[in-house]
């Protein structure tokens, strides 16, 4: 009987460490990108999930230290002075496995392959490892041909503008004028003809007869 028991306790055992095994610290396959002056997570965790809070966790970017917890609490005096004040852990997470670290305000010398390493893990995997890239801000670009081409569409309207004006100016101001002076032509001949007539009748001797005969 006792036999037995022993047996299905180490059957037990042996089935729950395999089914829960040794948790493995895993980063990112993908890489982080980011532009200048963002925040930035940069993800890591373990599997199975672990309480990693009593434990170390270090983050490197290359070999420089970018972020260290130990002794429960965080420690800005092992970390790169670049990187103060610049990063921190999600702490309430962490007994759930969540090694992430949040990056803020990067900038382009953050740029880099980062390591999460926990030392006292009883994994054969105690790294994580992810690359970040950091751009510049993205800007609109211009095409150095578009100024000249709405110039030359500028000028264009401008000069049709002003050939419709001198149109619509010649046709307003010189309708009227070649009106006037037609009618003063024709005003003029008019009266020119009634001269003639005058003239002609004056001259004409049977008015001059008539004429004499009312003076007698």
Known sequence: MAFKLTFLVLLF?????????????KGSPQPIRATVGQDVI????????????????????????????????????????????RTSLFHDEMSKGNLSLKLSSVNKTDTGNYTCYVPNLDSQVKKGHLVLIVEDTPQLTVSSTAPAAVTVDKDAARTDY???????LGLGLGLPLIIVIIAVMFGYFICKGRREENRKSENNPLNMVNLNNDNN
Do not use: I, M
């Open 42 to 85: 940069l993800p890591c965790h373990l599997d199975p999930p672990f309480d990693v809070r009593s434990l170390t966790v270090e983050w490197r970017c290359n070999t420089t230290r970018v972020h260290v917890y130990r002794n429960k609490r965080d420690d800005p005096n092992s970390q790169h002075k670049d990187f103060k004040t």
């Open 13 to 25: 055992s042996g089935t729950a460490a395999e089914f829960t095994g040794n948790p493995e610290v």
């Open 162 to 168: 002003n050939q419709q004006l001198g149109l619509g």
